[in-house]
């Protein structure tokens, strides 16, 4: 079965090379990606991962607004009575990872993650294999 | 006739004030202003390439303007009297997101974001405590805004005049450069034909009413930042230079009128030579374009001036310390390669905004470079290396060949092709097609980044000790707001509005003063930007990788 995953920048963070790469990475990988453009609420994201039926959700975030708007990503799924893992990337200091992860974030990968390892941590969260992340 | 380069070059240079320092290396062996051979380019020369200026750094140092935001305006006024106070000589503003989008720190978009990309500003009260106590006849400022460009514009504006400094004398940059948003930032508001509308209301207004100010700055960093190569940074920047070029001479200004006060912004990347190759190429094209292809007969609307800043991207988050050699590197070829100004990124940003100790550690780099290198004592140090030279042909044809291409897909007008590229995504999907080709490399293993990819040890040290921005920051951002909301006169804001409305539907009209009004009655960034908005729209990329 082909992994369905949903890659999305959330609130007002322009910075799209990292997603891009990524998305690219997870095709080369052989999972189908959805990506769901600049400027997102956690209420879209949500949205779109249902409505797509997505295995995972990737967040990109590197303006510093992870700790605000991952977790409401996270509680927009549970909301609407979903379980899907949500994987968070970008600039994230290892001190925030705690807290994501208190809030239901199913794992985080920080700057410097090899495309292995962004493989291998969908794989895991999806529970299709893989590492997930080692923080 | 008979007189040669270097005639020219030293009839200029004769003419130039010079620092009181002596121009010798350290065991005293005299050095001269620049090499070269009689007929060999010199800087100060047209067509520029290896500087704008004859007498380069020994007439004045690189600006050393270090970025800063964050928090409130209070917080970034601290933070820039810090940096007056450890020898920065000019100011650059960083703008959190959701002022570089044009929202209002109490929008809903906002959550989360206040102040921590850089510094919160919602209204002209805002403008007043970031620059408190400070003199701004005397340092020159840099904001780098875009989307907003006018609106925050105005704003200063108010704020300088309300402080008494007419609006003649303010020096400065406003990035203005909203092309390269919908290229490779993506910090865009309006669809691209009316932001430009924008960009030429700036342009056209500070050409009439602020003669040391610099309009646009046309950014190739963030185009690289994106992951472009050196010669697509390199084209794309020029090409949107072109694009504005052609902007105000359609709106009617002559180019030697407002070219002078254009300015550039390049990246320092961590290939030494290349980056070096790149900045003399981009001086030569820029010559030949302005001259040859827009008409100019003033030389300083051909010279091409920069600022640089070190890499972000090529900062690593393994070995935070490493970051500083890094930047020495990067900072070093910024310098051979003849920056005027430049930026030092700070070893802890590849996991956050500086602390002040990162911060002062970056511009004491620059510092060692400019009083303890001698460095800056020969303009242009590696002009007539074979390779250098060489290289720096190789970087104008690749260029070249990029301009060409845009200049086809707008049909012979810069200004088309620029913004037609941006519509059919071809920026987009060429910067994203090399950033990939870059990520591959660094996965297979043709590439290496120490601490990434080898040399692993001591990757488990952590960064201790990082900025924080708080949510009491925000919310501290989000109280200033109310009260200045309480505080105004509401029908007058709702005239103001509708004044700004109505300009904004004539599009033979500046809004520049019409936003000044507005600024003044502390008309809100969001509520200026909405207003603009009903009228210009939005701007939605599709979404593609």
Known sequence: ?135 | MGSTPRDEWLKRFTASRLRDIPFRTMSGIPLEPVYGTEESEYPGVWPFTRGPYASMYRNKLWTMRMFAGFGTAEDTNARFRDIIKAGGDGLSTAFDMPTLLGLDSDDPMSLGEVGRCGVAIDSISDMCDLFAGIDLSSISTSMTINSPAAPILAMFIAQAEDAGVPRKVLRGTLQNDILKEYQAQKEFVFPPRQSMRLVRDVIAYTTAEMPYWHSVSISGYHIREAGSTAAEELAFTLANGFAYVELAKEAGLEVDAFAPRLSFFFNAHIDFFEEIAKYRAARRLWAQWLRDRYGSTDERSQQLRFHAQTAGVSLTAQQVEVNVVRTAIEALAATLGGAQSLHTNSMDEALALPTERAARIALRTQQVIAHETNVAHVADPLGGSWFIEELTDEMQRRAEELLDTIRDMGSGSMLDGCIGGIEDNWFQSRIADSAFELERSLNNGERIVVGVSDFLEGNDEQADDLLRITREQEDRQRARLQSVRDGRDTAQVEELRRELSEVAADPSANLMPSLIRAARSRVTLGEMMSTLGAVFGRHVETPSI
């Open chain 1, 1 to 135: 079965m082909t992994l369905r995953v949903l890659v999305a920048k959330v609130g007002l963070d322009g910075h799209d090379r990292g997603i891009k790469v990524v998305a690219r990475t997870l095709r080369d990988a052989g999972m189908e990606v959805i990506y769901t453009g600049l400027f997102q609420t956690p209420e879209s994201v949500a949205t779109a991962a249902i409505d797509e039926d997505v295995d995972v959700i990737g967040l990109s975030m590197l303006s510093g607004a992870h700790l605000t708007l991952a977790p409401l990503v996270v509680k927009a799924m549970r909301d609407r009575g979903c379980v899907i893992p949500v994987v968070v990337g970008g600039i994230i200091p290892d001190r925030d990872v705690d807290e994501l992860r208190q809030a239901g974030v199913a794992a985080v990968l920080g700057p410097g993650a090899s495309a292995e390892m962004v493989v291998s941590c969908v794989l895991a969260v999806a529970g299709a294999g893989g590492e997930g992340d080692k923080a």
